[in-house]
């Protein structure tokens, strides 16, 4: 099937850097978006970063200016810098991804479909 394998989470001081990393695998003919997304425990996800295939890139309105999202599409990787870390910024990071299946060519009736699918989360946290 499709993994997303995040890594680079960790602790840091405020002020300090993280960069988090995510690996696509599996069945994946097309990926077109990447994004990380964060929660906090009692709210809801919401929207870091994300990237598209052509590289366009959108940003919540709390990280621009701070965190920078890359990708690399031979790979199957997306990356976001994390700089000037604040304690606000303490949360779990979910890597995204919006991609099309691939498929055997001598399969009847199969597909290519566009599915979301998500990482299984990486802890940051930013100490005062």
């Known amino acids: 099937q499709v993994q997303l394998v995040e890594s680079g989470g960790g602790l840091v001081q405020s002020g300090g850097s993280l960069r988090l990393s995510c690996v696509a695998s599996g069945n994946i003919r097309r990926i077109d978006v990447m994004a990380w997304y964060r929660q906090v425990p009692g709210k809801q996800r919401e929207l870091v970063a994300e990237?598209?295939?052509?590289?366009?890139?959108n940003y919540g309105d709390f990280a621009k200016g701070r965190f920078a999202i890359s990708s690399d599409s031979h790979k199957n990787t997306v990356n976001l810098q994390m700089n000037n870390l604040s304690p606000e910024d303490t949360a779990v990071y979910y890597c995204?991804?919006?991609?099309?299946?691939?498929?055997?060519?001598?399969?009847?009736?199969?597909?290519?479909?566009?599915?979301?699918?998500w990482g299984q989360g990486t802890q940051v946290g930013v100490s005062s």
């Open positions: 990237i598209t295939d052509d590289g366009s890139t």
């Open positions: 995204n991804m919006d991609y099309w299946n691939d498929y055997d060519p001598m399969c009847m009736g199969c597909t290519s479909e566009r599915t979301n699918y």
